[in-house]
């Protein structure tokens, strides 16, 4: 992945040291072991379509709706699925209000791109009656906190919200 989503940051030489220094010793800039994993919670809220991730420091929520609708003409048989991506500027002091940014749009799309390649949403089973009605499904992810592991938050929470439909 391109560096889009992560922060760039101008290190000072102390900054520099400490990292050289941390590698040499086997820990990770946050002090974990090279093997040792973030702590993962997932919570489903008490409403049907809502999730909460947390994955180190990272926070991400969600939210997922759906309304029948006309199918496209060309998929006749499918549902749609969406993914929208909305940042807290308290998450991360990059992030502004407002529409969504470059980071926001395309974090969603490979979110998107995640749960449609892996099949983890079948949109021939969002069909009501083909060529008549289909599940629209919209998944809305809202970025709470960045602290590292932002996509890998973003697709559990997504494929959370896709499975608890």
């Known amino acids: ?8 940051w101008k290190l000072t030489v102390n900054e520099k040291k400490f990292i050289e220094t941390a590698l040499a010793s086997n820990l990770r800039i946050d002090g974990r072991n090279p ?9 489903f809220g008490r409403e049907d379509g809502s999730s909460e991730v947390q994955l180190g420091q990272t926070h991400v ?16 048989n499918e549902g749609t699925l969406s993914i929208f991506t909305e940042f807290s500027p308290m ?13 926001a749009v395309e974090l969603g799309r490979i979110v998107d791109r995640g749960l449609r390649e892996s ?12 060529g008549k009605l289909v ?8 970025i709470l906190d960045n602290g590292g592991n932002l996509v890998d938050a973003a697709n559990i929470a997504a494929l959370g919200l896709s499975l608890n439909v």
């Open 135 to 142: 599940w629209a499904i919209r998944i809305d992810l809202h």
């Open 35 to 43: 093997l040792e994993y973030r702590k993962i919670t997932i919570k």
């Open 91 to 103: 998450a991360d002091p990059s992030f502004e209000p407002g529409r969504p940014g470059e980071s």
């Open 61 to 76: 929520m969600g939210l997922v709706t759906g309304q029948l609708v006309q199918p496209y003409q060309d998929r006749q």
């Open 1 to 8: 992945m391109d560096g889009r989503l992560a922060n760039t």
């Open 119 to 130: 099949r983890a949403v079948d949109t021939e089973s969002l069909c009501v009656l083909a």
